[in-house]
């Protein structure tokens, strides 16, 4: 059997230094890196979702940053739709994909395409949530996701009829709430050997600090004129993309003169922190994953001996074998 090409992921909560980690390893391994995060796929949105600078790339090639407009809708198979002949670009120059994101799922439908949910598509149940859309509302077919799966009505607005009518599918099919079902691991076969690098703080509060340092270094860069931009343009409404994102959507109270700029910059930084809990929840179940602490005694490593460490890890898996 044909063994399978090599890719590389490096993934963590926020502000654990995934980019930093990510561009070290691509230099030292002749990578490349592949973007996997949900919201710095969108132009005009740097600064609030970190997305690296020039200077920060290091010269290192960078892919699926700002790649669409925020007026996108923009799902986990337009990704690996998307990224396909990304990777297998990468692959055919003998260079090394190296994916860094937080958003789990997107690397996952690069990983196992339709074999994570063709056991959920049905066009019949799909067509019947539509007309109830169609006819009753969208508060409608909201209020029937929230009767059988409570969590995934809470994490999607109504106004958001195709994810919507999305969860009530996978419900319909499987029978499994969409929040639940999310949790199982793919049975299909995944594409590539993908070795998974997540990264893990020993110290929660020092995670924490860091996420608010990172949104006052945010603030100073300018994300008040960015997200202003958006305001202005029309594309923070509560259906569109660049709503979902922290870091924009908490800016609506403060520019409707409902609170200080204080006060949103705090909401940023507690919604981010339970992003982070998410994220720390989610990245456990890649049980087969190189688990990485960023830090010691209270204080973050160097990322270059973080490198180093997985650089190890990975000979010892021969990963650097032939094939």
């Known amino acids: 059997m044909e063994q399978k090409k090599k890719i590389l992921s490096v993934a963590g909560p926020t502000a654990s230094g995934k980019t930093a980690l990510a561009i070290s390893l691509a230099r030292r391994l002749d990578g490349e890196v592949i973007s996997n995060d949900s919201m710095q796929i969108y132009t005009g949105m740097s600064i609030g979702t970190a997305a690296p600078t020039e200077s920060e790339m290091e010269n290192i090639p960078h892919h699926m940053i700002a790649a669409v407009p925020p007026t996108t809708d923009f799902s986990c198979a337009d990704f690996a739709e998307m990224t396909a002949p990304i990777v297998e670009d990468i692959l055919a120059r003998d260079r090394l994909p190296v994916f860094c994101g937080g958003t789990g799922l997107y690397l996952d439908a690069v ?8 056991s959920t598509k049905n066009p019949a149940v799909r067509a019947c949530f539509e007309a109830v859309a169609r006819e009753q509302g969208a508060d409608a077919l909201h209020g029937l996701l929230a009767a059988v799966d409570p969590e995934s009505a809470a994490a999607i607005h109504p106004n958001n009829v195709r994810r919507v009518i999305r969860a009530l599918e996978i419900y319909e099919t499987t029978g499994i709430p969409k929040s639940q079902f999310d949790g199982l691991s793919p049975t299909a076969d995944a594409k590539y050997d993908c070795v998974r690098i997540v990264l893990s703080f020993q110290s929660r509060q020092l995670l924490y600090e ?7 270094e945010m603030m100073q860069a300018g994300l008040l004129e960015e997200v202003t931009g958006l305001y202005e343009a029309g594309l923070l409404r509560e259906d ?7 870091g924009y959507k908490e800016f609506l109270p403060y520019f409707a003169g409902e609170c200080t700029l204080e006060q949103t910059v705090d ?11 998410r994220q720390i929840t989610w990245f456990k179940r890649y049980t087969e994953a190189i688990v990485v602490s960023v830090d010691a005694h209270g204080q973050m490593r160097p990322t270059e001996q973080l490198a180093e460490e997985v ?3 990975l000979h010892n898996q021969h990963f650097f074998g032939n094939g």
């Open 311 to 313: 650089c190890k890890k």
């Open 240 to 246: 569109a993309p660049a709503f979902q994102a922290i």
């Open 111 to 118: 990983l196992y395409g339709d074999g994570l949910s063709d």
């Open 267 to 277: 909401e940023i930084c507690r919604n981010t922190r339970r992003y982070a809990k």
């Open 210 to 216: 860091r996420i608010d340092k990172r949104v006052a």
